[in-house]
């Protein structure tokens, strides 16, 4: 299955999907008999089936396998260097991620995990696609390492922030206050 032999990191399903899927099954069978006395509990006896299908669906996602050379997606082996692009959608549990790879074909990754598991998932995909756009950003930008010397960025621009009479007032100023020490009139009448 994986071609991959090094230390893994394994992403099971979270156990609530499964629970909730059988109990949004129960509540489909009790909607679907009170139904047949009451017609207008046929709508949420198919509400409450389809997401039971969608949970118990989500509950049985195969596990994604994180190991320093690639990833393991449903018993596909992806080595890091083929993932190009790595784009978060607004789920983040389930985590929802889309992959683009290094010949343009685009995958949805889908895993239904706890918040923390989907965070930690999200952190190590990013971590190791080196080659990858993250959310549209340079890997090394996205991550703020240093720049190469020859990618040096100039200075920042400064900005004038007194008008050309006022500079002149406090140069003005400034060298009287070198020369007298003080700036106090009453001071320098007095010496």
Known sequence: MSGFCSSMTRYLPARHYYTFGVLAMSLAIFSGWVGFRWTPAFIPCVLFTLSSALMILLAFRPAIEIHESGVVISGKSLPWMDIRRLDRTGWISPLVVRVTLFDDSRFLLIYPGDLESCKSLLRQLRRYSRDALIDGIPYRQYWGEMLAPNDRRQPAPRYRVLRPEDEADVERLYQRLKT????????????
């Open 180 to 191: 007298v020490g003080n700036l106090d009139q009453k001071s320098t009448d007095e010496n």
